[in-house]
Antibody, heavy 124, light 107 residues
Framework: QVQLQESGPGLVKPSQTLSLTCTVS??????????WSWIRQHPGKGLEWIGY???????YYKPSLKSRVTISVDTSKNQFSLKLTSVTAADTAVYYC????????????????WGQGTLVTVSS | DIQMTQSPSSLSASVGDRVTITCRAS??????LNWYQQRAGKAPKLLIY???SLQSGVPSRFSGTRSGTDFILTINSLQPEDFATYYC?????????FGQGTKVEIK
């Protein structure tokens, strides 16, 4: 079965760039019908979808984050990555990668599976 | 953006109880609604997609229904492992958005 695993620094200084990678195992990131997503959860709060990338490189970013976010894919490594620039304390959160899967009969996308999440703290 | 509003924000229940959680969309989203369970310190897990379809491997005590822009998650005969936070999420239009969550606590 497909598994996702986030990796990257747990501490980032204010104004710097947060960089995380999600490694996909048990399946190919090249498989059609999936949008590879980043989602974050501020401490004690709800879930916020950041954006997605298709294996072809097509992306969509949440408008309020669009100016600071880049999601990229490396199909040779079966990985996709998140970069968030000019971070502040408000970007402190657990960051999850997840696969958005299309259900062909209902045409709905749902997140499954998810990575375990990685806490990124923005602090000097 | 489509706003998803869950109620209640939290509830207390006992093992064996029937629990219902409501999610209301700010506009029509047809049945493009998913439900997730998040246990403490864990990643969310998909329970139900397309408003009422049970994800493979999820116990049948979980069910979902839709009435217009209102969506209901029902847990029949609450089990100890069901104490968690539940989120709804719409994938009708981007940006995909989540409800604020409903925490189910032990009474």
């Amino acid at each position: 079965q497909v598994q996702l695993q986030e990796s990257g620094p747990g501490l980032v200084k204010p104004s710097q760039t947060l960089s995380l990678t999600c490694t996909v195992s048990g399946g190919s990131i090249n498989s059609g019908g999936y949008y590879w997503s980043w989602i974050r959860q501020h401490p004690g709060k709800g879930l916020e979808w950041i954006g997605y990338i298709y294996y072809s490189g097509d992306t969509y970013y949440k408008p309020s984050l669009k100016s600071r976010v880049t999601i990229s894919v490396d199909t040779s490594k079966n990985q996709f990555s998140l970069k968030l620039t000019s971070v502040t304390a408000a970007d402190t959160a657990v960051y999850y990668c997840a696969r958005a899967r299309l259900r062909s009969h209902s045409m709905i996308y749902s997140f499954d599976p998810w990575g375990q999440g990685t806490l990124v703290t923005v602090s000097s | 953006d489509i706003q998803m509003t869950q109620s209640p924000s939290s509830l207390s229940a006992s093992v064996g109880d029937r629990v219902t959680i409501t999610c209301r969309a700010s506009q029509s989203i047809s049945s493009y609604l998913n439900w997730y369970q998040q246990r403490a310190g864990k990643a969310p897990k998909l329970l139900i997609y397309a408003a009422s379809s049970l994800q493979s491997g999820v116990p049948s005590r979980f069910s979902g229904t839709r009435s217009g822009t209102d969506f209901i998650l029902t847990i029949n005969s609450l089990q100890p492992e069901d104490f968690a936070t539940y989120y709804c999420q719409q994938s009708y239009s981007t940006p995909w958005t989540f409800g604020q969550g409903t925490k189910v606590e032990i009474k």
